[in-house]
């Protein structure tokens, strides 16, 4: 098990971008896939990115070209770059941590942070 920490969300506008950050502790992080979801008012969470501890990534459709997944792991901190950000973008963004898996689901994560606010206005 892994803890984290998001931070970096914010109020922003349309085709403004944002940079959410995930703070990790624990044994081993770097050897974690980590991965971002969001989870919009009304909605299921939903898959973003994932990032394998090589630093490969995989995008949801619907943010491809236009997020970035990265991680730091001397600093054990993985990064989301959100740019064109959109109305539709507007959740509670969330850093995930798994052992060792390539799904998009989120019963496939262990470790969860506490959100951090996305809202982006039209």
């Known amino acids: 098990q892994v803890q984290l920490v998001e931070s970096g969300g914010g109020l922003v506008q349309a085709g403004g971008s944002l940079r959410l950050s995930c703070a990790a502790s624990?044994?081993?992080?770097?050897?974690?896939?980590m991965a971002w979801f969001r989870q919009a008012p009304g909605k299921e969470r939903e898959f973003v990115a994932r990032?394998?501890?090589?630093?490969?990534?995989y995008y949801a459709d619907s943010v491809k070209g236009r997020f970035t997944a990265s991680r730091d792991n001397i600093k054990s901190t993985v990064y989301l770059q959100m740019n064109s950000l959109k109305p539709e973008d507007t959740a509670v963004y969330y850093c995930a941590a798994g052992r060792y898996t390539s799904s998009s689901r989120s019963g496939d994560f262990g470790s969860w942070g506490q959100g951090t606010q996305v809202t982006v206005s039209s």
């Open positions: 624990g044994r081993a992080v770097s050897t974690y896939t």
């Open positions: 990032i394998w501890s090589g630093g490969g990534t």
